[in-house]
């Protein structure tokens, strides 16, 4: 059975940090990412990664986030620094396989200004 569990959100002031993790189990991915997910928004893309180890990143987050992989422990992280306010989010974990798509259940984020 495939699962991606999540940890790592919190509630942090504007300017810190935070590190996502999402543990998969039960397959292989090719592709990771994370999303979020604003009250009254539409889910959006954060950062991608392959396991070939190419990353993308949404041009909100450049520069202060880093997606990550850890292929011995099937584990993809998300680190957030000088978090701002507008980073609120429920950030999601979703892994791609032949299968198709998983989704973790959420994790969530609040920045305080």
Do not use: H
Not at 22 to 43: D, H, V
Not at 56 to 73: E, L, M, P
């Amino acid at each position: 059975q495939v699962q991606l569990v999540e940890s790592g959100g919190g509630l942090v002031q504007a300017g810190g940090s935070l590190r996502l993790s999402c543990a998969a189990s039960g397959s292989i991915f090719s592709i990771n990412a994370w999303y979020r997910q604003a009250p009254g928004k539409q889910r959006e893309l954060v950062a991608g990664s392959t396991s070939g180890g190419t990353t993308n990143y949404a041009d909100s987050v450049k520069g202060r986030f880093t997606i990550s992989r850890d292929n011995a422990k099937n584990t993809v992280y998300l680190q957030m620094n000088s978090l701002k306010p507008e980073d609120t989010a429920v950030y999601y974990c979703a892994a791609t396989n032949i299968r198709g798509v998983y989704w973790g259940q959420g994790t969530q984020v609040t920045v305080s200004s």
